[in-house]
């Protein structure tokens, strides 16, 4: 790790060890050289790294509680406000980068772009449009119409469809487009496969002619195999694989994001939040079986991708980002090093910047963080806000002494319960 970084506007131009030119006793940080404007990162005591990329962020649902919420509660208006609320909450906790799969109201292009163009404070962002969904569904079963859209879902139900809305989401601004494999039914235990090969494989054909790759959510065996047999560029979860799959992945060449942070913080946080414990056991057999066969394509030479799915209510903006990273050393049993590749050098694929972002090295754009201490060594210092000490985005000083955002509920905002559970006569009258 380099002990100094100097750039210039959105640019590494030196990386270095630092010892020639560090700044006084215990500091680190950012200073600026009034002579040729460069912006020096000097790292004294400190770990200088990649900014984070996190390769899976929904970063327009606004912490919903339920899918009921986000699906039939929300407003055009105030979920484009929410999501420039909450953007700048990942660049105070050192991310610099997102993949975003698919988002409300078709508004990923738009926030993109918003940010981009300067008039929204946030970082880099790589974004679907809608996910796309059979009229079986997908994660929130009945809810999902037979067509039309709902929330984040685009319901396709030919072969037509699909090219139809594959093409029109590219020609909207998609980065990537998302086909939702799997999907629950409630009278059916875990997700089934709600995609054909055949009908994945006319996604990829369709977008990769226009030069877009493709994701897939994929929470069982047969449709990660699948998914990658059809051409999927990264594949969302990746759970349960079986020999067949990771045969299909190793040979296919997609990426994996397993996506393990969600799953981890209902089984070891959710009850201190009011989350149901029915799923706690089931959850920590996906971790486990998933993580085994993610480790073994690791090994057979899979990218792997970190991504947190951040957005819900237990993945509030800005506090689990690197969980993730975390959580490969602990499953996945990669050093704390190779962690932090995948999510830097690897994620920096997810988000069509292999060249630009994801390794401090001269040209690449200055997207640093300064971390206190040696996360090589301990990589849990990363998820503590407290240990960042400089935060650069395009070259730019994040704000890291300013207030966390916070804001008020408005009317109607919010879902409200009457009660957790029915008022019975009998619990008023033991
Ligand atoms: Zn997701």
Known sequence: ?????????????????????????????????????????????????????????HLTFDEPRSNDELFFHRDHTLAALATAHHLP??????????????????MGPAIRDAVEAG???????????????????????????????????????????MVLATRRQIKEGADFVKIHATGSIPTRSGELQVWTRQEMRVVCDTAHDLGVPVAAHCRNASSTRDAALAGVDIIYHASFMDEEAL?????????????????????????????????????RGEIAATAEMVRRAHDAGVRLLCGSESGFVLTPYGHWHAREVELFVEHLDLSPLEAIRCATANNAHAV???????VLSVGRRADVLV????????????????????????????????????????????VGNWAERPLTWDLVNP
């Open 1 to 57: 790790m380099p002990g100094e970084v100097i750039c210039r506007g959105d640019e590494i131009i030196a990386v270095g060890s630092g010892s020639a030119t560090a700044g006084p006793e215990g500091s680190a940080g950012f200073h600026e050289r009034e002579l040729d404007s460069a912006t020096r990162v000097d790292a004294t005591g400190c770990t200088v790294m990649p900014g984070l990329i996190d390769a899976h962020c």
């Open 89 to 106: 909450k990942l660049l105070m906790a050192g991310v610099t980068s997102v993949a975003d799969p698919d988002t409300i109201f078709r």
């Open 119 to 161: 008039w929204i404070e946030g970082p880099r962002i790589t974004t679907g449009v809608a996910a796309l969904l059979t009229a079986v569904g997908g994660t929130a079963g009945r809810l999902i119409p037979d067509e039309g859209e709902v929330g984040y879902a685009e319901v396709v139900r030919t072969t037509d469809e």
């Open 247 to 283: 045969e299909a992945v190793v040979e296919s060449g997609a990426d994996l994001c397993p996506v393990f942070t969600f799953l981890s913080n209902l089984c070891d946080h959710g009850p201190e939040v009011g989350a149901g414990t029915n799923m706690v056991d089931v959850f």
């Open 352 to 358: 069509h910047a292999a060249d630009e972002l994801g």
């Open 371 to 414: 971390v206190q201490g040696d996360v090589a060594s301990d990589v849990s210092l990363l998820g503590d806000r407290r240990n960042l000490r400089a935060v650069l985005s395009r070259g730019v000083p994040v704000d890291l002494q300013r207030a966390w955002p916070t804001r008020d509920p408005l009317p109607g905002s919010r």
